[in-house]
């Protein structure tokens, strides 16, 4: 798979794909915004569908509102360099842990899929964009209009 030209690793440990992205915010009169995976906190809610396809931003929307995805944990990646291994690293140790403690069940073991966001080399770039953006994805549940954290399921 591929995002925007950046290539994604879609077979990325057992918590399942993930994907680089990049966009601007663009601030509408809505409560929704396309941002950078920079921009996004922990408690987002967003649509995770575009970036999955192969997308370059995300859309944020309220939790009590339609979204597929939230994000449960930012990890800022270390080094000067954007090493495949160290992302790997941060979303098998770091974003699981952050999943559990945000979801309250594994992410093995949960209704939710744990899913990352990486910097792409144009994000790299930016140094206030070195993070992983670890988020919990409904995957086949579809749309939810709840926040996930401490569903514990």
């Known amino acids: ?12 440990l057992r918590a399942g794909a993930v994907v680089a992205v990049t966009a601007a915010c663009v601030v509408a009169v809505s409560s929704a915004c396309s941002v950078l995976g920079g921009d996004l906190r922990v408690g987002d809610c967003f649509d995770a569908g575009p ?42 140790e770091e974003c699981e842990e952050a999943f559990e403690e945000y979801v309250g069940a594994a992410a093995w073991d949960s209704m939710f899929r744990l899913r990352a966001l990486v910097p792409s080399e144009e994000a790299w770039q930016n140094e206030s964009d070195r993070v992983v953006i670890c988020f919990a994805w409904t995957a086949e549940l579809g749309p939810i209009d709840y926040s996930v954290r401490d569903v514990r399921a």
């Not at 009590?64 to 000067?80: F, K, L, W, Y």
């Open 51 to 92: 970036v999955l396809d192969g997308g370059t931003g995300v859309r944020t929307s309220s939790c009590s509102g339609q979204h597929d995805a939230e994000v449960v944990g930012i990890v800022p990646v270390p080094g000067d360099t954007r090493e495949q291994a160290v992302l790997d690293e941060i979303v098998a």
């Open 1 to 12: 798979m591929d995002a925007g030209g950046i290539p994604v690793n879609p077979h990325l």
